[in-house]
C-alpha cells in the first residue's frame, strides 16, 4: 500500500514550517530564549535553531543525494517504448545559397 498524495503534502508542509519556525528562531535571539524559557538546553546545541544560528547545517549530502538518484533514472532506466528521433535534414535547399555580399 502506498502512501497518499494528502499525506505527503501534509508531511511536507509540516516539514517546511519547522525549518521555517527553526530559522524564525535562529534569526531572533529572544524569541529563541522565550522559545526554550527557563530550560538549560537553551545554549547547547542540541536545539536545532542553535545549529542553524551557528552555521552548521550541510547540504552537501542532499545534493550528492539527489546527484545519485539523476545519475540513476537518466543511465540505468529504460523507457518502456523506444524513442523514435525524427529525421531532419538541416542543410539549405539546393537552390538556396549565401548571401552576395554587397
Known amino acids: ?3 497518499s ?9 509540516v516539514l517546511a514550517l519547522s525549518l ?4 524564525l528562531l535562529a534569526a531572533s535571539p529572544s524569541l529563541h530564549q522565550w522559545w526554550h524559557g527557563d530550560d538549560a538546553t537553551a545554549d547547547s546545541q542540541v536545539c536545532a535553531a542553535c545549529l542553524i544560528a551557528h552555521g552548521l547545517t550541510d547540504s552537501l ?3 550528492l543525494a ?4 539523476a545519475f ?9 517504448h523506444p524513442v523514435l528521433w525524427r529525421q531532419v535534414d538541416f542543410r539549405a535547399p539546393p537552390d ?3 548571401p552576395l555580399p554587397a
Do not use: D
Not at 498524495?5 to 508542509?13: F, G, M, R
Not at 539527489?66 to 538518484?69: G, Y
Open 72 to 80: 540513476c533514472l537518466l543511465f540505468f532506466l529504460r523507457p518502456p
Open 1 to 3: 500500500m502506498g502512501v
Open 96 to 98: 538556396r545559397g549565401p
Open 61 to 63: 549530502p542532499t545534493q
Open 66 to 69: 539527489a546527484m545519485a538518484v
Open 20 to 23: 521555517l519556525f527553526a530559522g
Open 5 to 13: 498524495w494528502a499525506t505527503k503534502t501534509a508531511l511536507a508542509v
